[in-house]
T-cell receptor, first 112, second 113 residues
Framework: NAGVMQNPRHLVRRRGQEARLRCSPM?????VYWYRQLPEEGLKFMVY????????ESGMPKERFSAEFPKEGPSILRIQQVVRGDSAAYFC??????????FGPGTRLTVL | SQQGEEDPQALSIQEGENATMNCSYK?????LQWYRQNSGRGLVHLIL?????REKHSGRLRVTLDTSKKSSSLLITASRAADTASYFC?????????????FGEGTQLTVNP
């Protein structure tokens, strides 16, 4: 059973470009969470999704950020018009609906 | 302030010694989890303890939970150099299971060979 997969592992964007981060949950998991980690800090919750539904987006900035988890395919975290402050590691986690969350390896976004 | 706060921020010990890390939180929880993160890598789930449990063991790990003090501790016995990593506690809110986790800032553990 493959773990949570994220791609790309590293992403470099110039200011103003768009960043698309993908997350494929573990097989059988219908709950997906996105977290952001700034250097030397803990993870901060961004958004919680189930298939085709956003359950909790209270941690996600209202501007420029969006997330989806379609019926088919991976979950996507999209950041439009990136700024330097968006540089961080973005982690996706999946869960079968119980409390334990399994994390992917993360996408490290660098905004030049 | 953070929901989960680890203490100490950094810990350096010799191989073979025990390492104890503490975590405090503020609101009522459904569960508390500990994760390990090696430098530049993803998080590895170590152990989950539910709010109605007081102690849990997994290999060389022992976790305690005191809901009256809103605190938890992670003990790693007979540490190894490979245990060098950052350790985070994360809490799940009481009001919903399967919901978001709130992480602390982490304890950086260094185990010297």
């Amino acid at each position: 059973n493959a773990g949570v997969m994220q791609n790309p592992r590293h992403l470099v964007r110039r200011r103003g470009q768009e960043a698309r981060l993908r997350c494929s949950p573990m097989k059988g998991h219908s709950h997906v969470y996105w977290y952001r980690q700034l250097p030397e800090e803990g993870l901060k919750f961004m958004v919680y999704l189930q298939k085709e539904n956003i359950i909790d987006e209270s941690g996600m900035p209202k501007e420029r950020f969006s997330a989806e988890f379609p019926k088919e395919g991976p979950s996507i975290l999209r950041i439009q018009q990136v700024v330097r402050g968006d540089s961080a590691a973005y982690f996706c986690a999946s869960s079968p609906g119980h409390n334990e969350q399994f994390f992917g390896p993360g996408t490290r976004l660098t905004v030049l | 302030s953070q929901q989960g706060e680890e203490d100490p921020q950094a810990l350096s010990i010799q191989e073979g010694e025990n390492a104890t890390m503490n975590c405090s939180y503020k609101t009522s929880i459904n569960n508390l989890q500990w994760y390990r993160q090696n430098s530049g890598r993803g998080l590895v789930h170590l152990i989950l303890i539910r709010s109605n449990e007081r102690e849990k063991h997994s290999g060389r790990l022992r976790v305690t939970l005191d809901t009256s003090k809103k605190s938890s501790s992670l003990l790693i016995t007979a540490s190894r150099a490979a245990d060098t990593a950052s350790y985070f506690c994360a809490t799940g809110p009481e009001w919903a299971s399967g919901s978001r986790l709130t992480f602390g800032e982490g304890t950086q553990l260094t185990v010297n060979p």
